[in-house]
């Protein structure tokens, strides 16, 4: 085993987790048409946990129909839903891991299926899937608060060992906080009090359901990388004003689903030096943050995440597409070889999810078909 703090024991709020590397919330495109947990995604989330990931984050799971984003995504809109989420941590658990669960709603990016909708309707952002159909009024917007509270509830019904906040890349929360999507004149619109009131209410009501010793956490853009978007001044400025209603951590992500100028996945990161993009806020968000810091974005060797984690500049890593292709990429590194992540980062892994066949690494398997 490597010498480095990277592979020892480290706690995140009330939990201990076996190292300080993290799934990131990843589509799976894996659960049923109405969301429900299949035996696949199950082997999915065991093989992560058995191939020495400290913490799993699910796949974002949609707290109300209307804010579902993907097809086969994963669902925690219903009571009917919890059994199957269950087994799914039952298995992690038994396996030696321990899961979170992402709530997230669509917004502006819903299937078309469901009924777009957003802070405020807006029609001029270009490379948007869609020009939401229907504003959130006050008491819609107290009624989104009560889903995810429901879901929160289903979450510890259903063993999760806490709750991620999906508030990045422009989905609803993300959409909230964005000056460019949140044109509202209201308490939930104009200063970053008012664009970050929802997040402060929703954390506050959720804590109130699960406890004190609940871990929440909440992933957020340090910037939308948009003219007219989230800023990583004002970023930082709501994550210290959700701080006090609840929220134990942060995973640091940046830029929109469409649009901007850097999108939340970049391409062939070859380099050390293309690797952890968003280090420099990470940097400038710790400075002034009591909460442990999840970084993630481009993280491919230990190499990088141990001089992160030795200038303080981050507390825990995260991966998503490098566990696509290496679900047991952080046993590897743990063992001794230290290579970099196999991921070349083209991000053709999400082509089959699209197609009904679930997200897998399309590159690895063409190399071994040609092999």
């Known amino acids: 085993m490597p010498s480095s703090a990277l592979f020892e024991p480290a706690t995140l709020h009330t ?5 300080r590397f993290v799934r990131s919330a990843t589509w799976e ?8 947990v299949t035996s696949r995604l199950i082997d999915t989330m065991v093989a992560l946990a058995k191939g020495g990931v400290g913490l799993i984050i699910s796949g974002h799971a949609y707290v109300s129909p ?22 799914m941590t039952d298995a992690v658990h038994a396996a030696g891991g321990r899961i979170l669960v992402q ?24 490379g948007l899937a869609k020009t939401p159909r229907h504003e959130l009024s006050v008491q ?22 806490g709750i991620e906040l999906h508030s990045a890349h422009g989905y609803l929360f993300s959409q909230f906080l964005s000056p460019w999507f949140n044109r509202r004149t209201d308490t939930y619109g104009g200063s970053i ?13 959720m804590r109130a359901v699960v406890g004190a010793d609940y871990p929440l956490l909440i992933k957020i853009n340090c910037s939308d990388f948009a003219d007219g978007g989230l800023t990583e001044e004002e970023s930082l400025s709501a994550v210290r004003r959700m701080v006090p209603a609840g929220l134990d951590a942060i995973e640091l992500s940046g830029g929109l689903l469409t649009g901007g100028k850097l999108s939340p996945s970049r391409p062939a990161i070859t380099t ?10 990470a940097r400038a968000f710790k400075a002034v943050l009591d909460v442990p810091l999840i970084l993630v974005g481009g993280i491919r060797s230990p190499e990088v995440a141990e001089s992160l984690l030795a200038d303080g500049s981050a507390d825990f890593f995260a991966m998503s597409r490098p566990l696509i292709r290496e679900p047991d990429l952080v ?10 992540a196999q991921c070349i980062s083209d991000n053709l892994c999400f082509r089959p999810g699209m197609m009904g066949k679930g997200v897998y690494c399309l590159t690895k398997e063409r190399m071994e078909t040609q092999s």
């Not at 939990?15 to 190292?19: D, E, S, V």
């Not at 495109?29 to 429900?36: I, L």
């Not at 009090?193 to 009501?205: I, K, S």
């Open 66 to 87: 209307e804010g579902q984003a993907t097809p086969w995504q994963l669902g925690i809109y219903d009571d009917a839903l919890v059994d199957g989420l269950r087994q």
């Open 272 to 281: 050390p030096e293309k690797e952890a993009y968003f280090r420099q806020a």
């Open 331 to 340: 046993n590897r590194w743990t063992s001794g070889d230290r290579r970099p």
């Open 140 to 161: 819609e917007i107290e009624e989104l608060k009560g889903a995810y509270v429901a879901a929160a509830r289903r979450a510890q019904a259903a063993g999760f060992d």
């Open 15 to 19: 939990l201990t987790l076996r190292n």
């Open 193 to 205: 009090e008012n664009r970050t009131r929802v997040h402060v209410e929703t954390l506050a009501a």
């Open 29 to 36: 495109g894996m659960a049923t048409e109405k969301g429900a």
């Open 103 to 126: 709530l997230a709603h669509a917004g502006h990016f819903a299937l078309e299926k469901a009924i777009a909708i957003a802070p405020r309707v807006v029609s001029d952002f270009d």
